[in-house]
């Protein structure tokens, strides 16, 4: 996994593979670009820088031509080596020094200017994720043609962004029972709880089945999978047509799973089954993330595996054994992978993460 191990935020851009990943998740992309983080911890903020920029200058259609892509990336580079007195190099940036930030400024400025000169039409219409028939009568329909997210406001209260070449259908006013949506492309949904009122997002081919939380959505039909990624809170995602099920867990990990902060599934539209995972960034979750020192002096890896799990929401298992091993470290301001591996090597165990939980491997410490 080390092929990327050189790499800046420029190549990370224009890689097939990192955009497939960002773009059309698989479990195999989520996979692989997972173990590699967890490889290389100090390009999380580099990955994340490329990530962002990924999102912000792609749409759906129609796809900026590889020329112009080229010529916009060569007209910056020209740019950066006239300010240095060098010749431009060819797709090499510097990842540490100024520029490089620089090249990412003008970059995305040469992107815009060339979308808002080229690309002033409406997008195309949504079409083919949900079929009309699928959808009840007299519901409320916005899509979102601009190249910005749009935020709407649901009849609860509810708020929702709803990102370019996508589509939320809605009813002027829920059900007492339950509260139901109708997406077709993505969207960020942040729920207001209420009780007895569960709240529905349905795509083609998945349920997603919420109180109060906040999390997103992926589901363009061309796309080889959906995606369902919590940020806080707790959701239940199902295949279509099992969503009444009271216990998720009785229908098996492939065709229902529930999710907490920083886990995500991945349905494979081919295989027909859902995997579920931890992101590839975890972020913190806690509303006390701040008031975590994460210092600890002679103090107990239980106390340690404690906070990540509060500030990040995530499932950390390991053999009582280990509950009292002493570690001293200060793991502050590193990504939790890396949090993880400076504790683990203190005590001379390992971790894995699987099906949404980090495991540590070990029960004696040395």
Not at 116 to 132: A, R
Not at 188 to 213: C, H, M, W, Y
Not at 349 to 363: C, L, M, P
Request: hydrophobic content about 40%; glycine content about 6%; overall charge negative.
């Amino acid at each position: 996994m080390d092929s990327y191990k050189d790499s800046g935020i420029g190549q990370f851009i224009w890689d097939d593979d990192f955009r497939a990943w960002v773009l059309a998740p698989t479990p195999e992309l989520e996979a692989y670009w997972s173990g590699w983080l967890r490889e290389h911890p100090e390009k999380r903020e580099v990955v994340q820088s490329a990530r962002e920029i990924v999102l912000a200058t792609t749409v759906q259609e129609p796809e900026l031509p590889v020329s112009e892509m080229e010529r916009s990336i060569q007209n910056t580079l020209r740019q950066l080596a006239a300010l240095e007195g060098t010749p431009a190099p060819v797709k090499k940036y510097s990842l540490y020094s100024w520029l490089s930030y620089a090249a990412v400024f003008l970059l995305v400025c040469s992107l815009g200017w060339w979308r808002y000169q080229h690309l002033l039409s409406p997008l195309p219409s949504v079409t083919g994720e949900i079929t009309e028939g699928a959808i009840a009568p007299g519901l409320i329909s916005r899509q979102n043609t601009t190249r910005s997210p749009l935020n709407i406001q649901l009849p609860d209260g509810s708020m929702i962004l709803l990102q370019p070449q996508s589509r939320l259908s809605y009813p002027e006013r829920f059900a007492r029972e339950k509260r139901e949506v109708f997406l077709a492309g993505e969207a960020f949904f942040n729920i207001v709880p209420a009780s007895g009122q569960p709240f529905f997002v349905r795509t083609d081919e998945l349920v997603t089945k919420v109180l109060g939380t906040s999390f997103w959505v992926r589901s363009f039909q061309k796309e080889p999978g959906i995606t369902v990624r919590v940020k806080t809170g707790k959701v239940a995602v199902f295949k279509n047509g099992q969503e009444n099920e009271s216990d998720p867990s009785e229908l098996g990990g492939t065709h229902a799973a529930v999710l907490t902060p920083n886990q995500q599934i991945v349905y494979s539209r081919k295989e027909a089954q859902l995997e579920k995972s931890l992101v590839a960034l975890p972020e913190p979750v806690s509303e006390v993330f701040d008031t975590f020192r994460f210092e600890y002096d002679d103090t107990p890896v239980s106390q340690a595996f404690e906070d990540l799990k509060k500030a990040y929401g995530v499932d950390i298992v390991f053999e009582e054994s280990l509950s009292d091993c002493p570690v001293t470290a200060s793991i502050g301001g590193f990504p939790l992978y890396e949090q993880l591996r400076i504790l683990c090597k203190a005590i001379s165990t390992e971790y894995e993460v699987a099906n949404g939980i980090i495991t540590i491997k070990g029960s004696i410490c040395k």
